[in-house]
Nanobody, 115 residues
Framework: VQLVESGGGLVQAGGSMRLSCVAS???????????MGWYRQAPGKTRELVAK???????TYADSVKGRFTISRDNAKTTLYLQMNSLKPEDTAVYYC???????WGQGTQVTVSS
């Protein structure tokens, strides 16, 4: 049972990036009592939840990413996505997916936004 994030890298400010998170050994339905979310942790800062997707399809976003990031999942409920547009240098962080609240973590994927 694990989560594997991918899609990070280096991008210029104003650019876009799409992150993926694949659930291995389970589906999101196995955590039906939880929402799914994307978190990030910048150097020297605590990990924060930036986007949440409930089982009913409702979404919420941190104010810092609202209007720029979109969380979604595939119909099989094994892959979670984060579409990130209009990226800013302050979006630089390691991005993780997990349940909300978090019960397991993947290795994360580094996103670096250059100015």
């Amino acid at each position: 049972v694990q989560l594997v994030e991918s899609g990070g890298g280096l991008v210029q400010a104003g650019g876009s990036m799409r992150l993926s998170c694949v659930a291995s050994g389970f589906t999101f339905d196995d955590y039906a009592d939880y929402a799914m979310g994307w978190y990030r942790q910048a150097p020297g800062k605590t990990r924060e939840l930036v986007a949440k997707l409930t089982n009913s399809g409702g979404t919420t976003y941190a104010d810092s990413v609202k209007g720029r990031f979109t969380i979604s999942r595939d119909n099989a409920k094994t892959t979670l996505y984060l579409q990130m547009n209009s990226l800013k240098p302050e979006d630089t962080a390691v991005y993780y997916c997990s349940t909300v609240p978090a019960v397991l973590w993947g290795q994360g994927t580094q996103v670096t936004v250059s100015s």
